[in-house]
């Protein structure tokens, strides 16, 4: 579940290509969170969280680009032995963001509770998933985005002053067989204020961020109408995000920047540049 949050963002489905949208440059990059619990309701007996997140993004639009996720918490429950979890998913997308290749683990103790590896194309209308584990088996699903199409999208729409808007979003999770609906809310961009996290991130050039809300939706699990969690950050116009803070209702979880480590870029980065399609 705390994948999504790197799967946020996104909106009005674009079937053009980088080269005929605004570049935007997301930096290669490998960032280090630390989780905690924020809040709990006395409807749940959990009494403590912990966790860390790697997240590690590579490539350009030239080369497309590789993501690598994991995230490793133990829960304190009253009463039960501590339970810990180890989610990894690595993924690679095409540079114009019409192909989307995913595997994706989840693992409670020693043992995997879910895995899934495949394969999604956007097309005219729809995309395509064509899964390999933990069955063979092909299907299409309603047009959504992928995720680094999502996240340069969400910039786009931040620089121009767009604040509210709903998108799908297929990542690969909940069993790779249906997209996410979101609603995102864009704040004003903001001045970089001196904190604990802006001492881990000296290299960021940039000085100002914009604060994001989404929510998710699952009309088959909330008839209601009411998202099922919402996820906050703030995210840099380089594609760094920080202070996380993800919203379950009965309880909440917050995540600050451990280190942030800028990643060397691709060889054909040149060209990329000089084609004008970052």
């Given at each position: 579940?705390?994948?999504?949050?790197?799967?946020?963002i996104?909106?009005?489905?674009?079937?053009c290509?980088?080269?005929?949208?605004?570049?935007?440059?997301?930096?290669?990059?490998?960032a280090?969170?630390?989780?905690?619990?924020?809040?709990?309701s006395?409807?749940?007996t959990?009494?403590?969280?912990?966790?860390?997140?790697?997240y590690?993004?590579t490539?350009?639009?030239?080369?497309?680009?590789?993501?690598?996720?994991?995230f490793?918490?133990?829960?304190?429950?009253?009463?039960?032995?501590?339970?810990?979890?180890?989610?990894?998913?690595?993924?690679?997308?095409?540079?114009?963001?019409r192909?989307?290749?995913?595997?994706?683990?989840?693992?409670?103790?020693?043992?995997?509770?879910?895995?899934?590896?495949?394969v999604?194309k956007?097309?005219?209308?729809?995309?395509?998933?064509?899964?390999?584990?933990?069955?063979?088996?092909?299907?299409?699903?309603a047009?959504?985005?992928?995720p680094?199409?999502?996240?340069?999208?969400i910039?786009?729409?931040?620089?121009?002053?767009?604040?509210?808007?709903?998108?799908?979003?297929?990542?690969?999770?909940?069993?790779?067989?249906?997209?996410?609906?979101?609603s995102?809310v864009?704040?004003?961009?903001?001045?970089?204020?001196?904190?604990?996290?802006?001492?881990?991130?000296?290299?960021?050039?940039?000085?100002?961020?914009?604060?994001?809300?989404?929510?998710?939706?699952?009309?088959?699990?909330?008839?209601?109408?009411?998202?099922?969690?919402?996820?906050?950050?703030?995210?840099?116009?380089?594609?760094?995000?920080?202070?996380?803070?993800?919203?379950?209702?009965?309880?909440?979880v917050?995540?600050?920047?451990n280190?942030?480590?800028?990643?060397?870029?691709?060889?054909?980065?040149?060209?990329c540049?000089?084609?004008?399609?970052?």
């Amino acid at each position: 579940m705390i994948r999504s949050l790197f799967i946020i963002i996104s909106y009005i489905v674009f079937l053009c290509t980088a080269r005929a949208e605004e570049p935007v440059f997301i930096v290669p990059h490998r960032a280090i969170y630390d989780f905690r619990l924020d809040n709990v309701s006395h409807e749940i007996t959990v009494s403590g969280m912990s966790g860390r997140m790697v997240y590690e993004l590579t490539g350009s639009a030239c080369q497309g680009y590789r993501t690598r996720f994991r995230f490793i918490s133990r829960i304190h429950i009253e009463g039960m032995p501590v339970r810990l979890t180890d989610q990894q998913t690595t993924s690679y997308e095409t540079g114009d963001s019409r192909t989307f290749r995913f595997n994706i683990t989840d693992q409670e103790g020693e043992e995997v509770t879910y895995h899934a590896e495949g394969v999604a194309k956007r097309t005219q209308d729809g995309i395509t998933v064509i899964l390999k584990k933990p069955k063979e088996k092909e299907y299409k699903l309603a047009m959504a985005e992928f995720p680094i199409m999502q996240l340069k999208n969400i910039i786009r729409h931040a620089k121009a002053g767009n604040h509210f808007y709903n998108v799908t979003v297929f990542d690969g999770t909940n069993k790779a067989n249906k997209v996410i609906k979101e609603s995102i809310v864009i704040g004003k961009k903001k001045a970089l204020l001196s904190d604990s996290e802006t001492e881990k991130m000296r290299k960021l050039d940039e000085e100002e961020y914009w604060p994001v809300t989404i929510s998710y939706f699952d009309d088959g699990e909330n008839k209601d109408g009411l998202p099922i969690y919402r996820s906050s950050f703030l995210l840099h116009e380089n594609g760094v995000m920080r202070d996380l803070h993800l919203d379950y209702g009965t309880f909440s979880v917050r995540a600050k920047l451990n280190s942030l480590e800028f990643l060397e870029l691709g060889k054909d980065f040149d060209q990329c540049e000089n084609a004008n399609i970052k």
